[in-house]
């Protein structure tokens, strides 16, 4: 995974900040969006970003 990936155009948020805030205790996309601002601005990458939260969740070692 490249954690320098832009997951959130809009706030800058990266792939890598998305999974530092799940390892960091966010269960929910709410507490990612709470932690780093994701899908704020236009909204188009929240179902990609949910979809990432739960997977980080069932499979953490991918996103090493």
Not at 37 to 57: T, Y
Request: glycine share 6%; net charge negative; charged share 30%.
């Amino acid at each position: 995974m490249d954690r320098d990936k832009i997951a959130c155009k809009c706030n800058h948020v990266t792939y890598g900040d998305i999974v530092d805030a799940v390892e960091a205790g966010a269960k929910t996309f709410a507490e990612v969006q709470e932690k780093t601002n994701c899908a704020r601005g236009c909204g188009k990458c929240q179902e990609f970003i949910e979809v990432m939260v739960r997977n980080v969740q069932l499979f953490p070692e991918d996103y090493k």
